[in-house]
DNA sequence: GCGACAG
DNA sequence: ATCTTGTCGC
């Protein structure tokens, strides 16, 4: 694990940075072998109001039952300050830290954010998948400025998103009369097994267990350490 | 034509 | 992301 997490190259500037997107983003591959993810490990980072202490979290879950069987936790700073469309950068080296710590590698990671619908086709979820080489999804709770048709109004229905011809994600309701996630593919995965996955693991609530295990996590710790 | 885009 | 009270509904 530490050898891949080497891999993960931090660009000095916005530049550098989207020539990387535009480098890496030739080696995303939408395919999987069907429905035999298993575990599945949610991710997120929270962040304090002031100081800029940061809390990444992984969280792995069982698929069957949300059981989870895992937690692992890296604390630090962000050096990459957020820009729309280079969220990779600014959150990925604390995710691949929090990743590394865990025993259990699951069979797929969940982030917060997009995957294929990005800009240049290469955001979070793609990014954290390809360097890991690894299945990824990505979940957003919010749409991205391409045309979005809303789904109909009960859990289930979906849109495709649509960049020109190429479908590049969904907008998924997860609950009767509540607005979508958008979920995209990150890595070695297609959009229906992403979408069939994340709706499976929303049978409660708008989004998926373990994107919430991950944030409720990331959240209790930073009011813990405030104290 | 330009800018808007997750967290 | 983060700041926040009440409020509506099951």
Redesign the pocket.
């Known amino acids: 694990m530490s050898n891949r997490l080497r891999y993960a190259r931090l660009p000095k500037n916005e530049a550098e940075a989207v020539a990387l997107q535009a480098e890496l983003a030739g080696c995303v591959v939408v395919a999987d072998n069907g429905h035999e993810f298993e575990t599945v490990a949610g991710l997120?980072?929270?962040?304090d109001?002031d100081s800029d202490e940061a809390i990444a979290t992984a969280v792995v879950m069982r698929r069957r039952d949300f059981e989870v069987l895992e937690r692992s936790v890296a604390r630090g700073r962000s050096e990459f300050p957020?820009v729309?469309?280079?969220?990779?950068f600014r959150e990925l080296p604390l995710l691949l830290e929090a990743i590394g710590g865990l025993k259990i590698l699951p069979d797929v990671f969940v982030c917060?954010?997009?995957g294929l619908t990005?800009?240049r086709r290469f955001?979070?979820a793609c990014h954290l998948g390809v360097v890991l080489d690894m299945p990824a999804i990505?979940v957003?709770?919010?749409p991205?400025?391409?045309p979005v048709t809303e789904p109909r109004s009960s859990r289930g229905e979906w849109t495709a998103i649509k960049a020109g011809e190429e479908v590049v994600g969904c907008a998924l309701r997860t609950r009767d009369d509540v607005k979508p996630i958008y979920v995209s593919v990150g890595h070695r995965c297609t959009l229906d097994t992403a979408r069939n996955l994340m709706l499976d693991m929303a049978p409660e609530f708008r989004l998926p267990e373990p994107i919430r295990a991950a944030d409720r996590l990331?959240?209790e710790l930073?009011a813990e350490s405030r104290k």
């Open positions: 997120d980072i929270a962040y109001k957020y729309p469309g280079l969220l990779a917060d954010g997009y990005h800009p955001g979070l990505g957003a709770k919010n991205p400025h391409l990331g959240r930073l």
